[in-house]
Nanobody, 126 residues
Framework: VQLQASGGGLVQAGGSLSLSCVAS????????MGWYRQAPGKQRELVAT?????????????KGRFTISRDNAKNTPNGKNTMYLRTNSLKPEDTAVYYCNAVEMRSSWYRPRDYWGQGTLVTVSS
């Protein structure tokens, strides 16, 4: 699985950004995808995740402001699947590099595999 994230940028507090993550490769064996972020000097933290069954989880700090979604993998004629993160009411503390993640699991594997995109920088000015 290969992941390509995009959509970051500079925005004022209260503004919005839409992030995208295009997955290619073995997209039909992806169990879950998610967004994580890492601010300067801090550890990487979960932002939101979405499973292939549509279950969604958000970090408390972004609930009500961020929305994660994902294309239906069965409706991707070009063999790619895109995940989105709509970020609203951005705050300076949302400033971080945002990474997309995919978890792949196959019946023949003993454990799932994690994949990471290259990250996209979101900067929120006060």
């Amino acid at each position: 699985v290969q992941l390509q994230a995009s959509g970051g940028g500079l925005v004022q507090a209260g503004g919005s950004l839409s992030l995208s993550c295009v997955a290619s490769g073995s997209i039909f064996s992806i169990n879950a995808m998610g967004w994580y972020r890492q601010a300067p000097g801090k550890q990487r933290e979960l932002v939101a995740t979405i499973t292939s069954g549509g279950s969604i989880n958000y970090a408390d700090s972004v609930k009500g402001r961020f929305t994660i979604s994902r294309d239906n993998a069965k409706n991707t004629p070009n063999g790619k699947n895109t995940m989105y993160l709509r970020t609203n009411s951005l705050k300076p503390e949302d400033t971080a590099v945002y990474y997309c993640n995919a978890v792949e699991m196959r019946s023949s594997w003993y454990r799932p595999r994690d994949y990471w995109g290259q990250g996209t920088l979101v900067t929120v000015s006060s």
